[in-house]
């Protein structure tokens, strides 16, 4: 499928484990990110990548973890998963540094951590 | 500290009115802004953004405007539509720091037919 895609859509896992939520874009977009959506909070940053083997933290990385091999995959990795970490979790991609900054997301993941 | 503020949470609108969703910012560097749309269990979508170098920019019956002395910006939508009903979230956004987007907390907006 083109576009943007994570898997997977719904996942409950307890504390301490880990795990690891997958985002694939087809579009060859250089710039990936990873967001969490919080009521009250709207969407926070916790990672992003400009391109391949490049990535820096955003607003809120604690207790995350990322790596991006290839320029169509962000996978994201909750090292040992806490209660707070339970959330709706966005991929989302862009064309690379455009004026228009447009971002366009993925379906997201939402996440319990019980 | 909320660089970006949605005041409020949710606005009611009847069909066919112009629904009016509010955003305020705090740091004069951003030189971007943006809204997106997000209907329940689906990712945001870009709806319309706006320079800092503009006041006003309009897309069909969605038009935003940029108060920069008031770090504040609008989205108007009008005629208001039942498909309108989602989650507005405003975010901006600073050149010098690649252009990540700060969002803020979203408005849940409802248009009753």
């Known amino acids: 499928d083109a576009g943007i895609t994570q898997s997977p859509r719904y996942k409950i896992t307890e504390t301490g484990r880990q795990v690891t939520l997958m985002c694939h874009q087809t579009?060859?977009?250089?710039?990936m990110f990873w967001y969490r959506q919080d009521l009250g909070h709207g969407l926070r940053l916790i990672y992003y990548?400009?391109?391949?083997?490049?990535?820096d933290k955003g607003e809120v990385p604690d207790g995350y973890v990322v790596s991006r091999s290839k320029t169509e995959n962000f996978p994201l990795t909750l090292e040992s998963a806490t209660r707070s970490q339970t959330s709706v979790y966005f991929c989302?991609?862009?064309?690379?540094?455009?004026?228009?900054?447009?971002?366009?997301f993925g379906p997201g993941t939402r996440l319990t951590v019980l | 500290d909320q660089q970006v503020k949605q005041n409020s949470p949710s606005l009611s609108v009847q069909e066919g009115r112009i629904s009016i969703l509010n955003c305020d910012y705090t740091?004069?560097?951003?030189?971007?802004f943006l809204w997106y749309k997000k209907y329940p269990a689906e990712g945001p979508t870009f709806l319309i953004s706006?320079?800092?170098?503009?006041d006003k920019n309009e897309d069909g019956r969605f038009t935003v405007f940029l108060n920069k002395s008031a770090k504040h910006l609008s989205l108007h939508i009008v005629p208001s539509q039942p498909g309108d009903s989602a989650v507005y979230f405003c975010?901006?956004?600073?050149?010098?720091?690649?252009?990540?987007?700060?969002f803020g907390s979203g408005t849940r907006l409802l248009v009753r037919p």
């Open positions: 989302a991609s862009r064309v690379g540094r455009n004026r228009v900054n447009e971002q366009f």
């Open positions: 579009w060859s977009h250089s710039y």
């Open positions: 990548s400009a391109a391949a083997d490049i990535t």
């Open positions: 740091n004069s560097m951003f030189d971007y």
């Open positions: 706006i320079s800092s170098i503009k």
């Open positions: 975010a901006a956004s600073r050149m010098d720091s690649s252009y990540k987007l700060i």
